[in-house]
């Protein structure tokens, strides 16, 4: 792993119980998915991630120059094969625990590696359907920032785990579609393809991001970002989540009902299939 400046095995890593990462989730993160050494949209990640660190005050202006090559060093200590790279910065370490952001403290950046699996080609067979809870939104007001606090969509993902599913939908007060606990959310109805819009809502998606680009370029598809129902998903033809390490995942099922014919939809595919042939392409990175 990479921990302030220096790479080194995980049981040689050290982090201060006192830093506001560990006491507060004062912190931003990012993961990035990488294939065989090749990243997976690296410049809208490292410019959510810079967004996100703005917006806390955190003050840390590497370029992305700069987290280019901490994160090709990290790959290739790791081997170069289907990775997530996880980047985190926290405010740093205070030795007085006070809520006031304190002054003059070093934020603390530290980075790893993990296996991911091989992304979903969309080709037939290819398809691992998930099954899916709902649930009321409960976190907080500001979840446009990938903020390391995650206690919200952990409670709400171990909901959905408790339930015998994989991940939880989650519906604002209004009965309108957010997102998932660790993903983003589209639906299909009648061949139209459509997503929440962004705002303070849900985390504005990198995936989401690549795939309505994807879409919009090589799809004659209609694609929308809109409003959507807890009615709409439930009568949708097709519903999926989005997220970097898992790319499109089909949902079959909500609390048992299944979505549409209660199978991985024709759609899925071809989405699927046109993320796979154009995610590395240059004008998304
Ligand atoms: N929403 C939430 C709450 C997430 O945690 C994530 C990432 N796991 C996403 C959406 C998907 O974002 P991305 O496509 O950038 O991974």
Redesign the pocket.
Known sequence: MYLNGSFMPASEARISPMDRGFLFGDGIYE?IPSYQGKLVGFTP?ID?MQRGLAEIGIQFDWSHTQWLDMIKELLMRNGNGDLGVYLHVSRGTDSKRGHAFPVGVTPTVFAFAFTINPPPTGLPGSAKPIQVASASDLRWKR?HI?STA?LG?VLHHQQGVDAGYQETMLFNEQDELT??????AFIVKDSVISTPPLDQQ??P????LLLLQILRKHSTLPVQERVISKAEVLAADEVWL????KELMPVIAIDGQPVGSGEVGAIWYQAQQLFAAHKFADEHT
């Open positions: 993961v990640h959510r979840c990938k995650l969509n997102e998932g606990s660790s993903c983003n849900i985390l998606g990198i995936t989401r989005t997220s970097s390490s």
